[in-house]
């Protein structure tokens, strides 16, 4: 009987599939194997460019922590780093360089058009920050990062993780922000606006984006210039007055107490800090406090590979807080991880279903054709040349519907490298090994499935 040819054998169990059935199969088979294919693709490209932006593993922040709510805090000073604080950590083992950030001394508001500011296009508003650390910790210098003092446009760095950010977190929830391309980005027209009532306004561009500070940073001279021009006092540069053991009016500035040494009865004065009343002083102290040097309340580090256990200790010692800039680009990542799990679940779901069906529909083609498979097992034909039968033309079907899935995975990487490509990110356009592979498996293991429940429905015609 094994010389019985392959041919005539299909032909004598040829019968009518469930067509609606097989096209339903056919179309969640395709569709699920798409997803899990682009899952497994899109998580390995996300991947390799994360790991590729990543911020560099040598450089950390150092800060005191701040804990307590608001009416603790009220009139605290920033808890600023001494001299002999900087030194000591100086010295550290694996410690090689240590700069400290300086910060903007008013209040300061941006308006960011992303679109422009002619057109239908609307502004980013958003109250922040301006800090500057020494040029020499900085990823590169661009090349417009130069300021002087009669310059229209100030430069601002801000990190790579931001843009990111707006691509792929806030632009695609409000149609008036357009996803920006680091061209594009530089381009942007910026206010600045500074004091509350937004009395002074400035220009200013993006020229770089930081894959190393986790701050928006502008030129040293400028925030030097502009703290000494628009710098308001903070909580602790506050003091009560006492007179005769009374305070007297509302807390006044060091510059306002300056302003009133001329008076006679001033050396009889005496001061406390905003937010500790009874650590009274005379107030000629406030002559002395004024010729102090404002130290950095933020640190950064560079180190020579990992922090010392040295380090480590020292940290904890002090109660410090340590931050790696960019860690792990922890919110991209989950919002990748939520991404691929979501497509590898819709996937999953509709080849499971199309298994289902697949199982269900060539159990009926089987029972249509049990008749003649019956005869052809009296015959002597063995029940796996009869199920090879069946499961040839399943195989057949189901190849087309890989190459299909093939094809349209291939289809959308490409569109969709052409698109983030717009954005600054460059992903190869085609498949790579491991997606290819998995497809594989998945293939194999979708034919092995079906080959045994249409070998077990053979076998029960016995």
């Known amino acids: 009987m094994n010389l019985f040819p392959q041919k005539t054998l299909r032909s004598c169990l040829q019968v009518a599939g469930p067509k609606k059935e097989l096209i339903i199969a056919s179309l969640g088979c395709l569709v699920g194997t798409t997803l899990l294919l682009l899952a497994v693709q899109f998580y390995q490209d996300a991947s390799n460019y994360l790991r590729e932006n990543e911020g560099p593993k040598n450089y950390f922040t150092i800060n005191k922590k701040i804990e307590g709510g608001v009416l603790v805090n009220l ?23 240590i700069g400290g950030f300086v910060r903007n001394k008013f209040p300061l508001t941006l308006y960011i058009w992303p679109a422009g500011k002619v057109g239908w296009g609307a502004a980013a508003k958003t109250d922040l920050f301006f800090e500057s650390i020494p040029d020499e ?26 843009l990111d950010l707006w691509n792929f977190g806030l632009a695609p929830s409000r149609v008036e922000y357009p ?38 940073l502008v030129p040293a001279n400028f925030l030097e210039w502009a703290n000494q021009k628009f710098g308001e006092p903070d909580n602790g540069d506050f ?22 040494k001329e008076q006679p009865s001033f050396k009889s004065w005496e001061i406390s800090p905003l937010g500790s009343p009874a650590d009274r002083s005379s107030v000629e102290t406030i002559l002395e406090l004024q010729s102090k040097t404002v130290q950095p309340s933020r640190i950064i580090l560079e180190i020579a590979e990992n922090p010392s256990p040295q380090l480590l200790k020292f940290i ?12 792990e680009q922890d919110l991209i990542k989950k919002v990748l991880r939520a991404l691929v799990i979501g497509m590898v679940g819709i996937g999953g779901f509709l080849s499971l279903l199309s298994i289902a069906t697949f199982a269900s529909s060539f159990r009926l083609v089987v029972a249509k054709a049990s008749e003649y498979a019956r005869n052809l097992l009296l015959l002597g034909f063995s029940t796996h040349q009869i199920s090879s039968v069946f499961f040839l033309r399943f195989m057949r079907m189901f190849l087309w519907i890989l190459l299909f899935s093939l094809v349209s995975g291939y289809t959308l990487k490409y569109f969709l490298a052409k698109q983030v490509q717009e954005l600054g990110v460059h992903l190869e356009p085609g498949l790579s090994v491991l997606s290819v592979g998995s497809l594989i498996f998945y293939g194999m293991l979708f034919l092995a499935i079906n080959k045994r429940v249409i070998r077990k429905s053979v076998e029960e015609l016995r």
């Open 75 to 97: 009139g605290k000073k920033d808890k600023s780093f001494s001299q002999e604080e900087l030194s000591a950590i100086r010295q550290l083992e694996g410690v090689k360089r």
């Open 179 to 216: 996803p920006l391309s680091t061209e594009a980005a530089k381009g942007m027209p910026i206010e600045i606006f500074i004091g509350n009532d937004k009395q002074t306004t400035l220009s200013g561009r993006f020229v770089a984006f930081s894959k190393r500070i986790n701050s928006v």
């Open 239 to 260: 003091y009560s007055l006492w007179k005769n053991g009374t305070i007297t009016g509302p807390p006044l500035t060091r510059k306002d107490l300056l302003e009133m």
């Open 316 to 327: 904890e010692d002090q109660d410090y807080e340590l931050n790696r800039e960019f860690p």
């Open 137 to 162: 910790f900085l990823d590169f210098v661009p090349l417009d990062w130069d300021w002087e003092e009669n310059e229209s446009i100030v430069p601002i760095m801000v990190p790579k993780f931001y």
